[in-house]
């Protein structure tokens, strides 16, 4: 005999009226079973990650409980398999590319196998690709410089200032710097950003994951050891301080040189700087108290300043995780 009863695990406290039908975003326990394979005091979850849409499997999703000590991806077909405590009491899926699901609330039994399917929804073009905001130009030279810069971004430029034109010829000079001798503090771009999102390696993020109410010690302790100067952390802080303090909590990781070129734009400058710094910081927030990654401390270069230099920074912020309703059709 199967009985089919549908859950509601959710942190909103939505009516059950709604569980009429299985919303976008969901998982559905197909069984949880009592198996002497299994070591007492653990439990396996095991099953399929699908894309809501297109009923095929996900691959290189991460499956886990949500502290990030014990996770697995899924293979290419969206299969997983994972080892928890029984204690735990939570589990997710998350693919960059598609909606996270987050059950926080879940009796794990010793020697259990739990087969869990997910239902993903994919994520739009305008969550996944995020605007490439404000990356601002600054140039130092005590001998004055006259110099070109161009850049190829993955995008499509949104607006520039001054006018950008094939580029930006531009006169650097103890002074500061000039276009058309008109004297500016930064060049400034912004665009679209095709194809950027966060960079992992084996469903690891070299990055941080901050509580908000840090977040002006936590970026003038990271800007400093980048090498910014008090007015670029002024003008970096002052941009993105509001943005990232709107969440209780936030993943964040840090672009720097070759990657941001190859994740935001390229850049070429003539004559080449002596010196040159560019540091790109996407983040998404959360009021999660868990970054759906697992997190590595990255190794941060170091910089220093001689001649002629270049500095840009720039940022872009994805879609927040949300406190979702999360709904299971549960089926034994």
């Known amino acids: 005999m199967k009985l089919f009863t549908t859950l509601f695990l959710s942190l909103l406290g939505i009516s ?10 969901s998982y559905t ?20 990650a699908y894309d809501q849409l297109t009923e095929l499997g996900i691959s290189g999703g991460v499956v886990g ?21 029984a204690k735990d009491s939570s589990f997710y899926f998350f693919h960059q590319n598609y909606e996270e699901i987050v059950c926080w609330d879940y009796e794990f039994k010793s020697q259990h196998i739990i087969t869990i399917n997910f239902m993903a929804q994919k994520r739009t073009p305008e969550d996944i690709y995020p605007m490439a905001e404000k990356p601002v130009i600054y140039l130092y030279s005590d001998a004055e410089i006259a110099a070109n ?11 520039t200032y001054p006018t950008y034109e094939n580029g930006w010829n531009v006169n650097v000079s103890s002074k500061g710097l000039e276009v058309d001798n008109v004297q500016y503090p930064y060049l400034f771009w912004d665009g679209t950003s095709k194809d950027l999102s966060f960079n992992t390696t084996a469903g690891e993020l070299s990055g941080y994951f901050i509580k908000t109410d840090s977040t002006i010690q936590f970026l003038e302790a990271t800007l400093e050891k980048l090498g910014f100067n008090s007015t670029e952390r002024t003008d970096f802080i002052t941009y993105w301080g509001p943005r990232l303090t709107a969440h209780n909590y936030a993943t964040v990781q840090f672009f720097v040189g070759e990657k941001y070129a190859n994740s935001v734009a390229a850049i070429n400058v003539s004559p080449k700087p002596d010196a040159q710094l560019r540091v790109y910081m996407i983040f998404q927030g959360t009021e999660l108290s868990a970054s759906p990654f697992r997190l590595s401390t990255p190794e941060l270069p170091k910089f220093e300043r001689k001649g002629f230099t270049l500095i840009e920074w720039g940022g872009s912020e994805f879609k927040p995780v949300q406190n979702k309703a999360i709904f299971a059709q549960v089926t034994y």
């Open 16 to 25: 059950s009226s709604f569980a009429e039908t299985l919303p976008q975003g």
């Open 65 to 85: 409980e949500t502290s990030r000590t014990r996770y697995i991806l899924t293979d290419a077909e969206g299969k997983f398999k994972l080892k928890l405590s």
């Open 149 to 159: 810069i161009s850049l190829q971004p993955k995008g499509e430029f949104l607006f």
């Open 29 to 48: 326990v197909v069984s949880d079973k009592f198996s002497e394979a299994v070591p007492a005091g653990t439990c396996i979850i095991q099953g399929t």
